[in-house]
């Protein structure tokens, strides 16, 4: 899948010597376009959307209006025709490299006949949402292009793991709930066509039937992960998002203690053993005042499609058992693995207005702070998520790890739509 990045974005290689246009801005509000799942994996459609200029060049362009009524009448080809596999229903809503690059060099002529537009969607939106935030040293031309491969990438991944059942990153916890080719699927698939007709001719532009049948197929198989819990610091961790602002941070050690939850592997268990260990290691050191705030990162992954939440779980643990109290506790109900315990943490820091220049500590049992502390699990991040999702990480304990926040964190991944 990685190879149509390098075809998407031949255009728009990143100079070296490129300098920063302006990114994240702290008080940015992200937009809604009402559905969560969606504006968490594709933040550049849920801008366009709401850009009424913008919305209107692409709903007018000749080129892209062909390809959106082809798709559309697809939809609704589907419907009543004989097609039954997932490729033959699904398949024609991925976009080919071929496809992409046709869009690419209109959307890029449109940019270069309607800068002020599009320059005020980029400076005033996308930048200082942070959710591109590794493409800041870009010049706007190149920061569309690659915002528009990013929604290529995550849409083409989302069909092929829940529409064509093809084995992805993690198949273990973020499968399909169903098999694919399974006589039950079929059916569903081809009514959720039947479905999707009646609001095809709504479509006005390009992109939205693609988007229409990705949705779908996540909210078939009851993926909404990336919505739960949202808006999170008006609900879970509202207490402790005021709680910030009023925080004296130089009577602390630690910005933040960040605890990785670990998935319980029987139904029947809420916390799993690992887990009620690390946080018991944690109520010491959060009670000698090592840091104002606890992060508990871990979403709902184990067992398969099982029904806890690990930061909800841990949460409850700690309340409970150990009476801390809720305004010292931020949940990431999201992350499904230790790479993004460690961006999750991060987002939440840095969106909520923890000092990102304060060193924080990862806290966990030793067997992860083992992995976690290798040069492994650097290139692991390396390759997962293109970054590292810390800097200056330093083991000090056979339990503790300290390390600071890094900016590009903010970043969406198209690879990940279960938490982008």
């Known amino acids: 899948m990685k190879k149509y990045l390098s075809i998407l974005l031949l255009l728009s290689a990143p100079s070296l010597l490129a300098q920063s246009l302006g990114g994240f801005q702290p008080g940015y509000k992200l937009l809604s376009s009402g559905n969560r799942v969606a504006d968490k994996n594709y933040y550049l459609l849920t801008v366009i959307r709401q850009t009424p200029a913008v919305w209107q060049l692409l709903q007018q362009e000749p080129g892209l209006q062909t390809i959106g009524r082809q798709r559309a009448e697809l939809i609704k080809a589907h419907a009543q025709d004989t097609c039954r596999t997932p490729v033959s229903l699904v398949g024609g809503f991925r976009w080919s490299p071929a496809d992409s690059l046709q869009?690419?060099?209109?959307?890029?002529?449109?940019?270069?006949?309607?800068?002020?537009?599009?320059?005020?969607?980029?400076?005033?939106?996308?930048?200082?949402?942070?959710?591109?935030?590794?493409?800041?040293?870009?010049?706007?031309?190149?920061?569309?292009?690659?915002?528009w491969g990013q929604y290529v990438l995550g849409i083409n991944y989302t069909i092929?793991?829940?529409?064509?059942?093809?084995?992805?990153?993690?198949?273990?916890?973020?499968?399909?709930?169903?098999?694919?080719?399974?006589?039950?699927?079929r059916t569903v698939l081809k009514?959720?066509?039947?479905?999707?007709?009646?609001?095809?001719?709504?479509?006005?532009?390009?992109?939205?039937?693609?988007?229409?049948?990705?949705?779908?197929?996540?909210?078939?198989?009851?993926?909404?992960?990336?919505?739960?819990?949202?808006p999170m610091e008006r609900r879970d961790?509202?207490?402790?998002?005021?709680?910030?602002?009023?925080?004296?941070?130089?009577?602390?050690?630690?910005?933040?203690?960040?605890?990785?939850?670990?998935?319980?592997?029987?139904?029947?268990?809420?916390?799993?053993?690992?887990?009620?260990?690390?946080?018991?290691?944690?109520?010491?050191?959060?009670?000698?005042?090592?840091?104002?705030?606890?992060?508990?990162s871990g979403g709902y992954c184990y067992p398969f499609r099982g029904p806890y939440g690990e930061a909800i779980e841990m949460k409850n643990y700690l309340m409970q058992k150990h009476g801390i109290p809720e305004s010292a506790i931020l949940i990431d109900p999201h992350a499904r693995h230790t790479t993004t315990n460690f961006r999750n943490a991060n987002r939440l820091m840095i969106r909520y207005g923890f000092p990102t220049d304060k060193v924080c500590v990862f806290i966990s049992t030793q067997s992860q702070t083992n992995s976690v502390a290798s040069a492994a699990f650097d290139d692991r991040n390396r390759r997962e998520l293109s970054y590292l999702p810390y800097r200056d990480k330093k083991r000090i304990s056979p339990h503790d790890i300290e390390f600071y926040p890094t900016l590009e964190s903010l970043h969406m991944d198209p690879y990940d739509p279960l938490d982008p």
């Open 160 to 185: 092929d793991q829940f529409g064509l059942g093809k084995k992805m990153r993690y198949p273990r916890i973020d499968s399909a709930n169903y098999p694919v080719n399974g006589r039950y699927y």
């Open 103 to 147: 869009i690419l060099t209109v959307i890029q002529s449109l940019y270069s006949r309607n800068k002020p537009v599009f320059d005020k969607l980029i400076n005033e939106q996308l930048r200082p949402s942070g959710c591109y935030q590794r493409f800041v040293n870009l010049p706007n031309g190149e920061f569309l292009a690659r915002a």
């Open 191 to 230: 009514d959720m066509f039947a479905y999707l007709a009646e609001q095809a001719d709504t479509m006005a532009v390009f992109y939205q039937p693609s988007l229409a049948v990705a949705m779908q197929l996540m909210d078939v198989n009851d993926r909404d992960e990336p919505a739960r819990h949202e």
């Open 237 to 296: 961790n509202q207490k402790a998002f005021v709680q910030v602002k009023s925080t004296p941070w130089t009577k602390y050690t630690y910005a933040a203690i960040v605890v990785p939850g670990n998935g319980p592997e029987l139904a029947t268990t809420p916390l799993s053993p690992l887990n009620k260990m690390r946080l018991d290691m944690v109520v010491s050191r959060y009670r000698k005042r090592w840091a104002p705030f606890i992060i508990l």
